[in-house]
């Protein structure tokens, strides 16, 4: 179809008038420029998920009707956004003679001083209600009220409503050492970065190490780390850490026992049980073939549970009390799932199972609880230990001179049997998951199975929910990157019963939701990055400049036509990078391992040769560029299977032509790892999420040592520009 836009027949259709009114995008234009239109049943389906009922013409017009009553019944919206600095003018429904006006309780409960003043609007007739005519008037909020969640009091004659009245900065500010440069630092999978410490898998200890040492070593400013969200409590745990339990919590597995105040406390047959376990799992740490979360989580759970029943001082029992007094329901939620879990087993989606059974106020689950009160504390005493280490991370790498320290990356939803679902069903949509429409490096789209925040929720809600959630990343990190920033703007839902290119985005409230994280980012003097790859429509990119948060420029992906950009060219505000975990390393990318794998794993459309010259023919387009702008000379282009290291090393030069305002580099290419970390598109069908790092031979390489390889030291130099 050549048309750009849907036909005027189209759009004078109820079903998609009923569509747009709910914020369902139902046509739009994929990354190769090709055109599709929604189709009636997925828009019904995804009306459903929202709670909209589109099933006939009658269910049709009444929940029309029904959206527009109650967004003109009420005074004010739910949720209203103001940029501090800047006068705001609310909207506010009345009648035709009346005129409105309002209070502000600040955030710390006391009374905003300033002066509200009323505007009566134009008196065009917005709405009918009930047969009453409804105009849109407003009122003024001043440009100097101070940033924070305050409450918006609206009256009109005897009628009074409350809004969430969220007062962010119009952008996050650069911080200083950005603004008339740049930092940089490393990309790893903290998994995956093992030490002769470790308990066969990556943990907050070996962080805490790796951003002292790179730091120190490197001159690195940040580290970029999976997210670290929680998962499940017993095994077998999700690979992925973008499928987490809850995204507001910690993911306790990484937990060092031995970093554990309470194990100096441990007495000798103690320190002999937990010295035997680790025991039992270190050869672990020399294994390049792949992780096993599983047989550590087994063994690391038991040495665990010991420091657990040793107790703690008085003091350590109040800083304990006081955690969990803080944390507040969504620590409850979290350890009461972990309890049901471990007691009645995995939770599953058929209809025996607990987690359809029960619901947090049944009977049963208040039974377990009682029952079991020790296991219960023992998962938030772990959730308490997690966080612990989790900041003395942080504040280790300030420390040691970090201007950012951890890069904390934000899953795009949670698990759809996870305790937020279970303990919280009204936030999410139901009958709909989440994931993305084909394209050039996925191209039969994909279905991530999360179940997608409901926007309509966030709004009544005042975005408490993801409000908390930002906050609480930001307690953790110098900085938060968002993966899928484009949720933020809208995200692809998939109906149930439906594949992953059989679905339509959903609007969410972008401005709102940009104001929320510039507000805690302000608040933190962090830095927000937006992963912004993919089919993004261009608005995205400049929304996210103009809000001060910086989007993803990968060299790989920065092309046009055949063509790749110029560095120079790049965006000023993004993270600049070679590569990202769904591709492979450098080295494997130059040798087609993209190629290989998925023919292997039949994730290709057509033939093999088909794919493997349009991968060729990015690759010279590649090398083109490199030669042109000087970063390699001829002698390399044309014999590059020989110089291959060269060509790694021209990359990451270019990313210093760039103006990016961050660069990173990839542990796996400095220490010539080959492959991905991540297969879109599989599950257990390659070990996703569970390749440990090796070097180009496939022999491990441990943390212990890391910084302190030439081709480590020789990257790191490039970075720093001395190369």
């Not at 440009?143 to 007062?167: C, K, M, N, Q």
């Not at 962080?207 to 998962?231: C, M, Q």
Request: glycine share 6%.
């Amino acid at each position: 179809m050549s048309e750009r836009t849907e036909s005027e027949e189209r759009l004078a259709r109820p079903l998609i008038q009923l569509a747009k009114l709910a914020g369902i995008v139902t046509s739009y234009v994929g990354m190769s420029r090709d055109y599709h239109e929604i189709k009636d049943d997925v828009l019904v389906a995804v009306l459903g998920a929202l709670g909209i009922d589109a099933s006939s013409d009658a269910a049709i017009r009444q929940s029309t009707k029904q959206i527009l009553n109650e967004r003109y019944g009420r005074l004010v919206a739910p949720t209203v956004l103001h940029n501090v600095g800047s006068e705001s003018h609310v909207l506010v429904n009345v009648g035709v003679t009346d005129v409105p006006s309002a209070t502000i309780t600040l955030e710390n409960g006391e009374p905003y001083r300033g002066v509200i003043l009323p505007d009566a609007g134009d008196g065009s007739i917005a709405h009918t209600v009930d047969d009453r005519f409804v105009v849109t008037a407003s009122v003024v909020v001043p440009a100097d009220l101070p940033e924070g969640y305050h409450t918006l009091h609206v009256t009109v004659g005897d009628r009074t409503e409350d809004a969430t009245l969220i007062s962010a900065p119009a952008k996050v500010e650069l911080l200083d050492e950005m603004k008339h440069g740049h930092l940089w630092g490393w990309m790893a999978q903290l998994y995956s970065l093992r030490s002769s410490k470790s308990w066969g898998v990556g943990d907050f200890e070996d962080l805490s190490n790796l951003l002292i040492e790179a730091k120190r070593k490197t001159g690195a400013d940040f580290t970029l780390i999976n997210p670290v969200h929680a998962a499940e409590p017993v095994s077998p745990l999700t690979p992925s850490p973008y499928l987490p339990v809850s995204r507001s919590l910690v993911n306790f597995t990484y937990i060092r026992p031995e970093a554990i105040e309470e194990y100096r406390l441990l007495g000798a047959e103690s320190l002999d049980e937990i010295r035997k376990l680790f025991e039992s799992i270190e050869p672990l740490n020399n294994k390049a073939e792949k992780i096993d979360r599983d047989v550590m989580w087994h063994a690391k759970m038991q040495a665990l549970w010991i420091i657990f029943k040793a107790g703690r001082t008085s003091a350590r029992q109040r800083e304990f009390a006081d955690f969990c007094a803080k944390s507040g329901e969504d620590l409850e939620a979290y350890a009461t799932w972990c309890l049901c879990y471990d007691k009645w087993g995995s939770a599953e989606d058929v209809a025996t199972n607990w987690i359809h059974r029960y619901t947090k106020e049944s009977p049963e689950v208040q039974a377990l609880r009682e029952q079991f009160p020790d296991t219960l504390n023992f998962y938030r005493w772990l959730e308490w230990i997690a966080t612990e280490q989790l900041d003395r991370a942080q504040r280790n790498a300030r420390n040691a001179g970090m201007r950012i320290g951890v890069m904390a990356d934000m899953a795009v939803g949670v698990h759809p049997l996870s305790s937020e679902v279970w303990w919280c069903p009204e936030r999410f949509a139901k009958g709909a998951t989440v994931g993305a429409p084909p394209d050039m490096f996925n191209q039969q789209g994909q279905d991530w199975s999360q179940p997608p925040l409901n926007p309509i929720y966030l709004d009544r809600t005042g975005y408490k929910v993801y409000r908390d959630m930002v906050h609480n990343m930001f307690t953790h990190a110098g900085a938060v990157r968002i993966d899928h920033i484009l949720g933020l703007f809208r995200l692809w839902w998939i109906p149930s019963g439906h594949k992953a290119d059989d679905g339509a985005y959903v609007r969410y409230d972008s401005d709102v939701m940009l104001g929320i994280l510039a507000l805690e980012a302000s608040r933190a003097d962090g830095v927000v990055v937006g992963e912004d790859l993919g089919v993004v429509p261009a608005h995205v990119a400049s929304s996210l400049s103009s809000h001060g948060l910086l989007g993803c420029a990968v060299e790989w992906f920065e092309q046009f036509d055949g063509t790749f950009r110029s560095p120079a060219d790049w965006r000023e505000y993004a993270l600049a990078s070679v590569n990202t975990h769904d591709l492979p390393p450098a080295a494997g990318y130059l040798e087609l391992e993209h190629v290989k794998l998925r023919e292997r794993l039949g994730l290709l459309e057509g033939p093999k040769e088909d794919f493997e010259r349009s991968a060729m023919a990015e690759q010279n387009a590649m090398i083109t560029m490199l030669l042109n702008n000087g970063y390699i000379d001829k002698e390399i282009a044309d014999h590059r299977e020989e110089h291959e290291k060269d060509i790694i090393a021209a990359q990451y030069r270019a990313l210093n032509g760039s103006p990016c305002k961050l660069l990173a580099a990839s542990i796996t290419d400095a220490v010539g790892e080959k492959r991905t970390q991540n297969q879109p598109g599989t599950n257990n069908e390659y070990p996703n999420w569970r390749v440990p790092l090796a070097d180009a031979e496939g022999n491990t390489v441990l943390l212990d040592t890391m910084f302190d390889r030439a081709d480590v030291k020789e990257l790191a130099a490039i970075m720093r520009n001395e190369k």
